[in-house]
């Protein structure tokens, strides 16, 4: 059974970069069975997707956030990460990581969340 | 972008059933999943591909999804199904994950 957990910063300063890593347990990212995905939800608000990445380095993300959004893999560590330029207040949200099923696209496991504040 | 609208509340007594929906353009073409998430935990997946349950997911758990909407039902509703619930489909025209606005399902 796979596990993921978010690392990263609790807090960032406003125009400054998002930058949290995913760490895969229990099987590998260069799996041929996974996107690896970022979604986020602000408090008190809904899911939004943010962007997923193959252990390839291919990506697709939310074109509402795709020109500050960069979506890396590391196999040598098991870990992906996303950067989020440009920051503001309405980045602050719990951000999650995911495994996305390949071909169905949805998320059949979860990271346990990180919260990121923006604020200065 | 493709959108998937979900009623904001849904309540039930327990043991009854409950029954959430999940709008969107021609929904019942591609696949729904469910989500169901407590306060303070992850979302888990209850349903995918329609209708399947993972492993783990009370057989109470069941969906449908045809034309433009797809519905998750709970049978006899327990107390701990209390939770909020978010549909998800994939827009293979957009390549864009979808995520419904999210149902907070109450028991009383």
């Known amino acids: 059974q796979l596990q993921l957990q978010e690392s990263g910063p609790g807090l960032v300063k406003p125009s400054e970069t998002l930058s949290l890593t995913c760490t895969v347990s229990?099987?590998?990212?260069?799996?041929?069975?996974?996107?690896w995905g970022w979604i986020r939800q602000p408090p008190g608000k809904g899911l939004e997707w943010i962007g997923s990445?193959?252990?390839?380095?291919?990506?697709y993300s939310n074109p509402s956030l795709k020109t500050r959004v960069t979506l890396s893999v590391d196999t040598s560590k098991n870990h992906f990460s996303l950067k989020l330029n440009s920051v503001t207040a309405a980045d602050t949200a719990v951000y999650y990581c995911a495994s996305e099923v390949r071909n169905y696209n949805y998320f059949d496991y979860w990271g346990q969340g990180t919260l990121v504040t923006v604020s200065s | 972008s493709y959108e998937l609208t979900q009623p904001p509340s849904v309540s039930v007594s327990p043991g009854q059933t409950a029954s959430i929906t999940c709008s969107g353009d021609?929904?019942?073409?591609?696949?729904a999943y469910w989500y169901q998430q407590k306060p303070g935990q992850s979302p888990v997946l209850v349903i995918f591909?329609?209708?399947k349950r993972p492993s783990g997911i009370p057989e109470r758990f069941s969906g449908s999804n045809s034309a433009n909407t797809a519905t998750l039902t709970i049978s006899g509703t327990q107390a701990m199904d209390e939770a909020d619930y978010f549909c998800q489909a994939w827009d293979s025209n957009t390549a864009w994950v979808a995520f419904g606005g999210g149902t907070k399902l109450t028991v009383l």
């Open positions: 229990g099987g590998s990212i260069s799996s041929n069975s996974y996107y």
């Open positions: 591909q329609d209708t």
């Open positions: 990445i193959y252990y390839s380095g291919s990506t």
């Open positions: 021609k929904l019942g073409d591609k696949y």
